[in-house]
């Protein structure tokens, strides 16, 4: 028992210096861990440069903090198929254009598409980039910068099935596109079409290629990207529509930093490198030549596009999967490690508050034993989904700001806390009431027995419990994805959209969690024996 005692004693000792000392600065830097892992530079583009320019800003500017979801956003901002760990992309480019023009540096900050909105109004960064549609919907939410590119919803169909290459066509068909969007709306109003949304876009492309579904309406870069780069897909018909993108601001703040946007994006149309940029991602089209009045027609190779085709065209193989998944491996550890921190550290917390709630609904006075009962039963009936988003983006209302990492511990460990308090309550109840009466015979306080008597038998009835909750804890922490934690699940979305390989990344991300989790069910087994041992030995006594 003592044993035990001190294995508890150590590991909540290491999880509480932890989540005290090292993991708020850890979590804070975070989000700027794409951005500071590269050195300022010159502005090239595709290149990892954030501070640029010898502009007004100056050397000492405070920097520009902008946020995309970078996990599957092929072309606006992702990772390099050729090197996972560098960021690239049209939109990357434009905000390492905006940074030179600026005099200013730009620092990346990733998030969740759906947070993308809610981590803007909290202020966790300045804007957002991120293929954002400039339209009367989005812009009662957020304010806009000018438009920076200009564009047309495209078809993509497969080469065998149906060929339908303008809207009515579609009549009769399964289509696909991205939720919320223009292309959405339009598909809303065509006849006898069943419209399938989506989260993300590799997704979309993936049904489709499968045959789930007969056409995706899509904006054109996405359909660029996405379909012309599959033999078994390809663009239909003429460009539909127009579309708009333009950088989101908070509603009503950052006026400021909106116009020298505005001031920069004006001065790299007339410079010529906007169109660039555009230019070497073969995506200057003839919606923006008509927008800025720009025909010239610069003899610029496109470069990033055709350095993005022979990526995707050199990963057939298993030489060059197997090598692929080599340069997986540093991403996986150091998103394991940030598993393996928000679990440890969540469910020390869990473990001390169920215990606490299992106790006072037992033992202590009435009005208490109510508050954690309604404690339990309310966090058990709501989405643990719902209680992270309201822990990081709806505390701030009320003056309460918390980290990423802090709060995606406190959301985990308050939410297990609630399910250990039931398994508590179940192992307290088990232990024959003639163990507390023989403790207080022994002049022991009621706290006494409980301490010394109940609880540690209740502890060695619960600890397979325990060790399944663990486990459970350990893969929810994928849900802490949306307050802008990189962690496993995360990180596998990013690496499966990049390279359209689920099945391969699938296996090594969940052979890393069931590395994760394997050592700590055996170490609750030892502690088992360990703790079973001395009454083994008593039941073998004549």
């Known amino acids: ?90 939109e990357y480019d434009l905000m390492q254009g905006l940074a030179a023009h600026m005099g200013v540096p730009f620092v990346f900050v ?11 109004q909290r202020g966790l960064y300045d804007l957002v980039t991120c293929g954002i549609e400039i339209t009367p919907e989005h812009a009662e939410s957020v304010d806009f910068s000018d438009p920076y590119y200009v564009t047309a ?126 230019a070497r991602w073969d995506l200057w089209t003839p919606e923006m030549a008509r927008s800025l009045g720009d025909t010239t027609m610069p003899a610029i190779v496109p470069v990033a596009w055709n350095a993005y085709v022979a990526a995707q065209q050199g990963q057939n193989g298993w030489h060059a999967r197997l090598a692929r998944y080599v340069t997986f491996l540093p991403q996986l550890g150091h998103a394991a490690w940030l598993t ?73 460990g308050l939410n297990y806390g609630a399910y250990e308090a039931e398994n508590y309550r179940a192992g307290l109840q088990s232990v024959p009431p003639g163990q507390m009466e023989a403790a207080l015979a022994l002049n022991m306080t009621h706290a006494q027995a409980l301490r010394h008597v109940v609880v540690p038998q209740a502890f060695r009835l619960v600890m397979p419990v325990m060790t399944n909750d663990f486990i459970s804890l350990l893969k929810d922490s994928s849900l802490v994805s949306v307050i802008t934690l990189t962690e496993l699940t995360q990180t596998y979305i990013r690496l499966s959209s990049t390279y359209f390989d689920y099945v391969g990344t699938g296996i090594m991300v969940g052979a890393t969690y069931l590395l994760l989790g394997l050592p ?9 024996r360990r703790l079973a041992a001395p009454h083994a030995r008593q039941r073998l006594k004549p």
């Open 340 to 412: 393996l921190l928000v679990s440890l550290a969540a469910m020390v917390l869990a473990v001390g508050l169920g215990m606490g709630l299992a106790l006072a609904r037992l033992y202590g006075p009435t009005p208490v034993a109510w508050l954690a009962t309604l404690y339990v039963e309310t966090v058990r009936g709501t989405p643990l989904l719902i209680q992270v988003l309201f822990i990081f983006y709806g505390l701030p209302e009320f003056g309460i700001s918390l980290t990423p990492f802090v709060a995606g511990v406190l959301s985990l």
């Open 1 to 90: 028992m003592e044993h035990a005692r001190r294995v508890l004693r150590w590991c909540g000792g290491a999880m509480l210096l932890w989540l005290a000392v090292v993991c708020p600065g850890y979590a804070q830097s975070q989000p700027q861990s794409q951005s500071q892992s590269h050195s300022p530079a010159r502005f090239q583009p595709t290149e990892q440069v954030h501070t640029t320019g010898d502009g007004a800003g100056g050397a000492g500017a405070s920097p520009v903090r902008w946020a995309a979801d970078a996990s599957a956003d092929v072309p606006f901002t992702f990772h390099d198929p050729a090197s996972p760990a560098r960021l690239t992309g049209f």
């Open 110 to 120: 990733q998030n969740d598409w759906d947070g993308l909105i809610p981590g803007l």
């Open 153 to 278: 919803e495209r078809l993509v169909v497969r080469r065998d099935g149906p060929q339908p290459a303008d809207l009515a066509a579609l009549a009769g068909h399964v289509v696909g596109t991205l939720r919320n969007t223009q292309a959405e709306r339009i598909l809303a109003q065509v006849a006898d079409v069943q419209v399938r949304s989506y989260e993300e876009e590799t997704q979309a492309f993936m049904d489709l290629a499968s045959g789930r579904t007969d056409a995706i309406l899509i904006d054109a870069p996405i359909a660029k990207y996405y379909g012309q780069v599959n033999p078994v897909l390809r663009l239909v018909g003429a460009p539909i529509g127009r579309v708009e993108y333009g950088m989101a601001f908070a509603k009503g703040r950052n006026t400021a930093l909106r116009q020298q946007v505005n001031t920069a994006l004006a001065a790299m149309r007339r410079d010529g490198t906007l169109h660039a940029i555009l």
């Open 520 to 528: 700590f069910v055996r170490l609750a087994r030892i502690v088992e």
